[in-house]
């Protein structure tokens, strides 16, 4: 049997998460547009993504309107990044990066780039890290943005989140950890 080890990529779906989803795919009475509120299926089928919205909410210590579906991890990054680089873009336009995040990272970096905003990208030490040390050290006054992975998806460095995330705090910098 193959060992799987890019699970911070893609991973096995939960049996309990594929037996809700088989038995909403089953149903006549749940697989309407759950966007579209013009008839019953779309309403129920609505309804079951506010639960599940409302589960994932509870599970993450947030609000329901915190949640945002998102089709994969590129576009989810992208949100993320792009949104709170131009939230707080009226505070300054530095963003700090590693030179070794993943590719959906560092393109939306590159994006930023082209408009107008500065990037600081990082080289990780002999080992494969960024340590917090580092990042404080890059962070300017007009700083608004530090996207660093938690675990290298092709090395298996795994950052001390914690500790970056500090020194954002700190700083009042946005930390968004892929």
């Not at 049997?1 to 809700?20: F, G, H, I, Q, W």
């Not at 129920?44 to 947030?62: F, G, P, S, T, Y």
């Not at 949100?79 to 505070?91: F, Q």
């Not at 970096?109 to 990082?122: A, H, I, K, P, S």
Request: hydrophobic share 40%; glycine share 6%.
């Amino acid at each position: 049997m193959p060992v799987y080890l890019d699970n911070a990529s893609t991973t096995p779906l939960d049996p309990r998460v594929a037996e809700t989803m088989l038995r909403c795919l089953r149903s006549s009475d749940s697989f309407g547009n759950p966007s579209a509120d013009t008839h019953e299926l779309g309403r129920k089928a609505h309804a079951l993504v506010e639960v599940a919205r409302d589960q994932v909410a509870a599970l993450i210590n947030a609000t329901s309107a915190e949640i945002i579906w998102t089709s994969g991890a590129t576009e989810s990054n992208n949100l993320a990044l792009i949104g709170a680089a131009y939230y707080r873009s009226v505070r300054g336009r530095h963003v700090v990066t590693s030179a070794t995040e993943h590719k959906a990272v560092l393109s939306t970096c590159q994006y930023l780039e082209e408009q107008g905003f500065r990037v600081t990208y990082l080289e990780p030490d002999r080992s494969g890290l960024v340590a917090p040390e580092a990042v404080k050290a890059a962070l300017k006054s007009d700083t608004i943005l530090v996207s660093i992975m938690h675990a290298n998806n092709e090395i298996g460095v795994v950052h001390d989140i914690a500790g970056i995330g500090a020194v954002c705090r700190e700083a009042d910098v946005v930390f968004h950890v892929d």
